[in-house]
């Protein structure tokens, strides 16, 4: 059995979804991290007990025996500390999206992660849920014929708090569209297999946040938005947003239409927030509803309960932290790339700027242009 001795760079919530899912997996051990807040430190002792805690993204760089890295930090530092360990490092890297969050950051890592002689794989969780893993059959085994419609719906919890309030403000999360939306916009890039050239957005901060200060500052994060995805190849998406309707059965409704069937996929949120009285959480499901005959055909896909409570993510973390252990042991493909990644954060940022001034949106290879 091939082993992994695992560096960690930022272990808040996400963090430690990671170190609960790498316990899971056998053949990996985290032997190092990076944490400045001492309750996160305190918190992932109880996970890995003998752990070695170190000060520094250079400290970590140098530290003996490692074999891959992980990103969890703050979404304001991962560009910053991305280039610092492409710098001073040759391990593979595993890092949180959003993998930038200014356009400005796009090309310098691009260009630093092509000189990098391991893999660097982005975390988009949801790619892996085994719902959406469903969904994403029905597509690829042509249930559907092509897919000309494609639209995802978030109903969910207003964002957590975190370590120093970081994701209160744009400035530190690239915005909501960046932020929560990039797994959407990456998802929809994965199903349709085609790239957007157009995006529009309406968007506010309406609800969440409104009466909170920090250092008498009031978040300016959205709270709701509808976008449209304009793809290459003629398809279409739509994403809705809303970050206050946690009474949701589910979380995630995810469609997908072709001229021979429409494929729904429904997916609960996080086990822990559902309310005891109501009886076991959701079971996640895919219905899949062909034109003729006529008739819906609906599974349930559970997931496996020690997955489910080892995160948030209905199961994903530990199936995508599988699929990054093999990328690094056997030399699999890299599934989501640095490209993949960046594509997801430029339409996400394309996103914010449609909301906030109203005009559509051009994807272009440096970035984006306003229509007109």
Same mark, same amino acid.
Request: a negative charge.
């Given at each position: 059995m091939k082993h992994l001795n695992y560096g960690i760079l930022g272990c808040g919530m996400m963090g430690q979804e990671h170190l %609960?899912?790498?316990?899971?997996?056998?053949?990996? %051990?985290?032997m190092a991290i990076v944490e400045p807040d001492?309750? =996160?430190?305190?918190? #992932?002792?109880? !996970? $890995? *007990?003998?752990?070695?805690?170190?000060?520094? /993204?250079?400290? !970590? #760089?140098?530290?003996?025996?490692?074999?891959?890295?992980v /990103?969890?930090?703050?979404?304001? #530092? &991962?560009?910053?500390? +991305?280039?610092?360990? +492409?710098? !001073?490092?040759?391990? *593979?890297?595993?890092?949180?999206?959003?993998?930038?969050? %200014?356009?400005d950051q796009v090309e310098p890592v691009r260009e630093a992660v092509a000189r990098h002689p391991a893999p660097v794989w982005v975390a988009m969780e949801y790619r892996? =849920?085994? *719902?959406?893993?469903?969904? @994403?059959? &029905?597509?690829?085994?042509?249930?559907?014929? *092509?897919? &000309? =419609?494609?639209? $995802?719906?978030? &109903? @969910?919890f207003p964002f957590l708090p975190k370590v120093g309030d970081w994701n209160r403000f744009n400035a530190n999360t690239g915005g909501t569209l960046v932020e929560k939306c990039c797994h959407f916009f990456d998802l929809m890039r994965l199903l349709l297999?085609?790239? $957007?050239? %157009? $995006? =529009?957005?309406s968007a506010g901060q309406n609800v969440n946040h409104l009466d909170e200060q920090y250092d008498g500052a009031t978040p300016d994060i959205l709270d709701n938005a509808y976008v449209i995805l304009d793809f290459a190849g003629g398809q279409r998406a739509m994403l809705e947003l809303s970050m206050f309707a946690e009474g949701s059965r589910y979380q995630e409704e995810i469609s997908a239409v072709g001229p021979k069937a429409k494929v729904e996929c429904l997916v609960p949120g996080p086990g822990r927030f559902w309310p005891e009285h109501l009886g076991e959480a959701p079971t996640p499901k895919v219905i899949l509803s062909p034109r003729d005959p006529k008739g819906p055909i609906e599974s349930d896909i559970p997931v496996d309960p020690e997955l489910l409570a080892a995160g948030d993510h209905n199961g994903s973390t530990f199936y995508q932290h599988l699929g990054f252990f093999k990328a690094v042991t056997e030399g699999a493909p890299v599934e989501v790339t640095v490209e993949d990644g960046l594509k997801a954060v430029v339409i996400g940022l394309a996103a914010q700027q449609s909301a906030a001034t109203g005009q559509a949106v051009r994807i272009t290879d440096g970035g984006f242009s306003f229509e007109g």
């Open positions: %609960r899912n790498l316990a899971l997996i056998e053949g990996a %051990r985290v001492p309750a =996160m430190r305190d918190a #992932c002792r109880e !996970l $890995v *007990p003998d752990v070695t805690f170190l000060d520094s /993204v250079e400290s !970590l #760089c140098s530290f003996n025996d490692l074999d891959a890295l /990103v969890a930090s703050p979404n304001h #530092c &991962h560009a910053e500390q +991305l280039l610092t360990l +492409l710098e !001073l490092t040759e391990l *593979p890297i595993l890092i949180e999206k959003p993998l930038v969050t %200014r356009l892996y =849920m085994p *719902p959406i893993t469903q969904l @994403r059959k &029905h597509i690829d085994d042509g249930d559907l014929g *092509p897919t &000309h =419609m494609l639209s $995802v719906r978030e &109903h @969910r297999q085609d790239d $957007v050239v %157009r $995006v =529009m957005a």
